[in-house]
């Protein structure tokens, strides 16, 4: 079988040997490799490791088989490389922990997701940052005792500050109230949406990692694979800094969810630099950092689906 480029989804380091349909799979050759299945939007499914490449895929042998024909036996694609025995499970460790395909992370279910998980976990998201708390945080009680609505910007938990560009990535920066944190603690601990985040992945060889979760914060990194979504807690300060720039908020929306973005990203800095210290110094501090380098968000601003899979 001719060698063949590496899919959209699989980065150049996977030097792909070959390739065939799920219906071609009698094609496969009779050796040891990794293979990696894509479908039709070169989304990689899965990947593992096998002695013998026909004999995995013989039939319906494969325990993911049912699972991927119901997509289509011509729309499922089975790509691989050549390897011996004894490097197969440390290529298979490194390709899984490099390229994180959605099947390897769950169990074996009847249909595939019509929808991304990657998506759905960040329009959870977003949709959270733009409410408030709970119903009854719509009202306060005054010093005189008197029940009140809150104020306008005390509504929601977060809003965007803007986008900078690094290492050729853009990076869409939310700034949030305390709240939102343990939403993005207990989401970048979870056993499955902890791969949505860019983490350090040395602290889950630590026995009971959720326990030092907040090492990620106050900043917490969604991988959007177009872009990357940074969330940055003030864990006091919040309503402060909600309250200076509620003026220079307007509507926006991303991935189909309605939120709101600062559009005078020179303003954040001059009130940050006005704050006490706050209690993670370390979000003020990185905020003032990239201050500079922040740009609004555009209003054309949206996400392509079929790449954040």
Not at 156 to 168: H, L, M, P, S
Not at 241 to 247: G, N
Request: aromatic share 10%; charged share 20%; glycine share 4%.
């Amino acid at each position: 079988m001719p060698s063949v480029k590496s899919s959209d989804n699989i980065p150049a380091l996977v030097a792909l040997t070959g390739q065939c349909t799920l219906r071609q799979r009698t094609l496969l050759p009779n050796t040891s490799g990794i293979y990696f299945v894509t479908d039709e939007r070169n989304s990689l499914l899965y990947l593992g490791k096998t002695t013998s490449l026909q004999r995995r895929w013989a039939g319906a042998g494969h325990h993911r088989y049912k699972q991927l024909a119901r997509k289509g036996l011509d729309k499922i694609t089975i790509s691989y490389v050549l390897a011996p025995i004894v490097e197969l499970d440390e290529l298979e460790r490194q390709y899984i922990l490099t390229l994180k395909p959605l099947l390897n992370y769950g169990r074996v279910k009847k249909n595939l997701p019509q929808k991304s998980p990657r998506l759905s976990e960040l329009q959870r998201l977003l949709r959270l940052v733009n409410s408030p708390l709970f119903p009854s945080c719509k009202f306060t009680t005054n010093q005189e005792g008197n029940t009140i609505p809150r104020p306008a910007w005390d509504l929601f938990r977060g809003f965007v500050a803007g986008t900078y560009i690094t290492d050729n990535l853009c990076y869409i920066v939310i700034v949030c109230q305390q709240n939102m944190g343990e939403i993005l603690c207990n989401s970048s601990t979870h056993k499955t949406k902890r791969r949505f985040y860019i983490q350090d992945e040395e602290i889950w060889k630590i026995p009971g990692a959720a326990r030092y979760a907040w090492l990620h914060g106050p900043i917490w990194k969604f991988d959007a694979r177009v872009v990357v979504f940074e969330f940055v807690e003030f864990f006091t300060l919040g309503n402060y800094v909600f309250e200076q720039l509620y003026t220079y908020l307007e509507d926006c929306q991303i991935a189909a969810v309605k939120l709101k973005k600062l559009s005078n990203t020179i303003c954040l800095k001059s009130i940050l630099q006005t704050l006490p210290i706050d209690e993670n110094k370390s979000a003020q501090d990185y905020l003032c950092a990239i201050s500079d380098d922040l740009q609004p968000m555009p209003a054309e601003f949206d996400l392509d689906e079929q790449i954040i899979w």
